[in-house]
């Protein structure tokens, strides 16, 4: 049974690699994230309105590790970006980052608590592709949608 799942999911991976991840339903499971998180520009133009618990996550993608400026981060995250001065956020990152706070600091030589009280049990792919899509500076990296959004419109 376990077998027989597992080989669909390996199918449709390499038929589909482009749509893997589906950035438009990682707008909406951003609304999980907004209570705590905005996305403002930096022209202080709201991509989406949302709380300040947590650091404004414009442009996350290929920022540093806990570096927004004026951001009061706890001792766990801040620990990590100490241990790792050159550490940005990319997609591995942030899936498992999302995925369970608290395992991502211990796992990455961070040593204090999270102040990000959230798991992200599902759609963790479609969320990080949206993250991409509102961070302009992010590096040309793996992701298909990234690149198609920055991609020139096609000349006569
Ligand atoms: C209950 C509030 C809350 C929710 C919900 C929440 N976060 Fe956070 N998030 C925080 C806080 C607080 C921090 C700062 C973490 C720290 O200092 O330990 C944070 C930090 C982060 C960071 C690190 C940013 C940086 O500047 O280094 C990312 C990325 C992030 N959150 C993404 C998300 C995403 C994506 C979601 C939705 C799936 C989400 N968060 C949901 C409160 C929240």
Request: charged share 20%.
């Amino acid at each position: 049974m376990k077998l027989a799942v597992f080989s669909v999911a390996a199918i449709f991976s390499v038929v589909t690699p482009t749509i893997a991840q589906d950035v438009a339903n990682g707008e909406k499971e951003f609304r999980k994230c907004k209570a705590c998180h905005m996305i403002q520009d930096a022209d202080g133009t709201d991509i989406v309105k949302g709380g300040g618990v947590g650091p404004n996550l414009w442009n996350v993608v290929g920022r540093n590790v806990a570096s927004l400026e004026g951001f009061s981060y706890g001792d766990g995250i801040a620990s990590v970006a100490a241990a790792n001065p050159d550490m940005v956020w990319d997609e591995a990152h942030l899936t498992e980052y999302v995925t369970d706070p608290q395992a991502w600091i211990d796992a990455n030589g961070g040593d204090g608590k999270t102040k990000m009280t959230f798991k992200m049990r599902k759609a963790q792919e479609d969320l990080v592709a949206y993250l991409v899509s509102v961070s302009p500076d992010a590096p040309a990296g793996d992701s298909a949608d990234a690149a198609d959004a920055d991609a020139p419109a096609a000349s006569n």
